[in-house]
């Protein structure tokens, strides 16, 4: 069975840190793209990281470029998102998603980081960044 289970989310003072991992199960994260998405309370679902398994290659969404990384851990077969600098627009619920045509793009004239192609998503870790 395919699952994903996201850990390490928390309340943070703003300007604070957290690491969040996405546990992979049912297959191995080396081969297959991943991708971080968050959902603000009363808004949509936003495209946050993505960490591709062909080359490697990552991609952010602007409001998070220099302050978040997405790393790939393979021999825990977990996947990291890094995140620094905390602000209260972080505010979320992270899902972690995995699918074997799973693609993001920030181009298209956009500050957003449009994906498509999540197959299996993890339940989500809440990130709350207050003082």
């Known amino acids: 069975q395919v699952q994903l289970v996201e850990s390490g989310g928390g309340l943070v003072q703003p300007g604070g840190s957290l690491r969040l991992s996405c546990a992979a199960s049912?297959?191995?994260?080396?081969?297959?793209?991943i991708g971080w998405f968050r959902q603000a309370p009363g808004k949509g679902r936003e495209g946050v990281s993505y960490i591709s398994s062909r080359d490697g290659s990552t991609d952010y969404v602007d409001s998070v470029k220099g302050r978040f990384t997405i790393a790939r851990d393979n021999a825990k077969n977990t996947v990291y998102l890094q995140m620094n600098s905390l602000k209260p627009e972080d505010t979320a619920v992270y899902y972690c998603?995995?699918?074997?045509?799973?693609?993001?793009?920030?181009?298209?004239?956009?500050?957003?980081?449009?994906?498509?192609?999540?197959?299996?998503w993890g339940k989500g870790t809440l990130v709350t960044v207050s003082s």
């Open positions: 049912g297959f191995t994260v080396a081969h297959y793209p």
């Open positions: 998603a995995v699918g074997d045509r799973l693609y993001c793009s920030g181009y298209g004239g956009t500050s957003k980081l449009d994906c498509t192609g999540m197959d299996y």
